[in-house]
C-alpha cells in the first residue's frame, strides 16, 4: 500500500518511515463483500484490523437470536480480532489486517504505537461501556433518542432544514444498534416525523428538534 495513504489512518500517522514500512510488510489487505462476515469470536487467528475502506458492524450474538450492535466502523478505524465479538462488512470492504505477536513487537520499539493503541482501545471501551449503560437503564424510545443525538453530535452538519445526519445505515440497522426490531423503532421514527422533529430519508435523517428529542429522553 502507499505510504501516503497509510499516513492517511490517525493511528499510523505518527510512525516514523522505517516502522511503517516495516508495518505494511507485514500487514495483509483482504476485501470482503456486503454481508459477509470478517471475524466471529470462535475464529482464533488474532489480528489488529484497519478499515481502509467500506462500513464494518462490531456486534454481540446470542443463541436466541438476539444481536447487539457495539460499533460501526469506518475507514481509518481500528479494532482487534480479540474481543469476543462478530464483524461484518456493511457494504464491499477492504482492510488491513495485522497479526498481533507483530504489531506488539512494533508497540514495544516505538512507544507511539503503543500511546496511540492505548487511546484507540480507551475510546473503544468507552464506546461499548456508553452502549451498555443505553440498553440496560433506557427504554426502547429513549435509547433510540439518545443513539439520535450522539450521531447529531459527531456527524451532523447544520442544514436549512435542521441538522443533517448521513450514517448510511437502514431502519433495521439502526434498530440493531439500539436493541430493538425494525418494527418498534420504525414506530418511534414516523412518530417523530410526524411531530415534526425529524425527517426521514432512506439512509439519512435530519433532526428538526433536538431538544424534543432530549426531552423525550428525560420523560418517566
Known sequence: ???????????????????????????HERSFRKKECIFTPEKHADFILILLKGKVRIYLSYPDGKEFTIAFLEPGDVYSSHSGTFAEAMEETI??????????????????????????????????????ENLVFRDVGKRLANFLIQAAKEKGQTTEQGTLVNLGLTFEEIASAVGTSRQTASTFLNRWQKADILILNRKSFVIRDIQALQDSMEEN
Open 95 to 132: 482492510v488491513w489486517t495485522i497479526d498481533i505477536k507483530v504489531f506488539r513487537g512494533l508497540m514495544l520499539q516505538d512507544p507511539v504505537v503503543l500511546i496511540s493503541m492505548v487511546k484507540v482501545l480507551g475510546e473503544s471501551l468507552g464506546n461499548t461501556l456508553g452502549i451498555i
Open 1 to 27: 500500500m502507499d505510504i501516503d495513504e497509510l499516513l492517511k489512518i490517525p493511528l499510523l500517522k505518527a510512525l516514523s518511515e522505517q516502522h511503517l514500512l516495516a508495518l505494511n510488510q507485514s500487514a
